[in-house]
């Protein structure tokens, strides 16, 4: 797809119209810089939300957390042989894996009617569990555990950044990764006793149609959050 095509209508809101995104694959730091360039016009208020679709090159991203480095299994050599590079973020979370495969949601929405990061990252949680469940698969949270399950198994991982409460970063949904990519780390700090790492076509057992997911997070995501922004803080997910 064209980059910056819109894919997907959204509803309008206050102020300039929100719009739909797909970036097709890109490299994560070319993904990184127009996020912030996104961001900057948010802020001055020149476009409205904006939720990006996009899939990666191949990339291992090491979030803030303190000791992500240290979940980085695979040596040099084995990197440059998978041709996986190695990028810090200033997203919160640990180590995690973008490729061919996954899709990533960068949502580049102001927060300023609910300035609440927490229940933001709990309404991203509602969004995935929401669109899995329209296409087939009982995805839900996992206590104490980031991210979206199926059991034990990681299907989605989130990790996001704000300046001046516009949002930036997001989720990363597995639907027809290279799962052996992840043996290179430790995901998002989760050991093998934990939790493994799953995608829907390994659930599901076929080949996704990535614009059939996307349609689905798109309706998801201008579905629900109208609500999230103009509600209580006190819910319990946001």
Known sequence: MPSGHAI???????????????????????????????VARRIAGEIGDTLVFTEHDPVFTLGLRRGADANLVWSPERLAHERIDVVKTNRGGDITYHGPGQIVGYPIISLAPRQDLHAYLRFLEQ?????????????????AKTGIWLGSRKIAALGVAVRRWVT???????????LSHFQGIVPCGIG?????VTSMQAELGRTMDPAEVKSALAAEFWRLLPEFLTADSTDKHG
């Open 127 to 143: 969004v995935l569990i929401d669109s899995l469940g329209s296409l087939g698969l009982a995805a839900a949270r996992r206590e």
């Open 8 to 38: 997907l209508p959204a509803p309008a809101q206050s102020g300039r119209l929100p719009v739909t995104l797909d970036w097709g694959r890109t490299p994560y730091e070319d993904a990184r810089q127009r996020q912030e360039a996104l």
């Open 192 to 196: 093998a006793d934990e939790g493994t």
């Open 168 to 178: 930036y970063h997001g989720f990363a949904l597995n639907v027809n990764p290279d």
